[in-house]
């Protein structure tokens, strides 16, 4: 059975860090360009940070660098998103996304911020940063 599952997520302070997962099962992550995706209430979905699997090159949104990281752990077919120093404006719905096609970071980032589009997606998990 294939399947891409999140964890993750919750009620954070401001400043409070959290790590989003995505484990896959059923196909192999390492060929795969992963995405984190975001969308906020009344607002458009973004693309957080995308990670190539061809050369390992990572795209981040302004609004997130330096507070963001994308990692993959391709012997546990695990993807992850590390955010420290949370801010209020970070709260949203996050969702992962892997695409087995050849494309860029920029592209998938960028270009089609919307995860239902790529092979695998994850359910979604609310990540809510209030004090």
């Known amino acids: 059975q294939l399947q891409f599952v999140q964890s993750g997520g919750g009620l954070v302070q401001p400043g409070g860090s959290l790590r989003l997962s995505c484990a896959a099962s059923g196909f192999t992550l390492d060929s795969y360009t992963i995405g984190w995706f975001r969308q906020a209430p009344g607002k458009e979905h973004e693309g957080v940070s995308c990670?190539?699997?061809?050369?390992?090159?990572?795209y981040y949104a302004d609004s997130v660098k330096g507070r963001f990281t994308i990692s993959r752990d391709n012997a546990k077919n695990t993807v992850y998103l590390q955010m420290n120093s949370l801010k209020p404006e970070d709260t949203a719905v996050y969702y992962c996304a892997a695409h087995g096609a050849v494309t860029t970071v920029q592209a998938m980032c960028v270009m089609n911020p919307y995860p239902a589009i790529y092979d695998y997606w994850g359910q979604g998990a609310q990540v809510t940063v209030s004090s």
């Open positions: 990670i190539s699997s061809s050369d390992g090159s990572t």
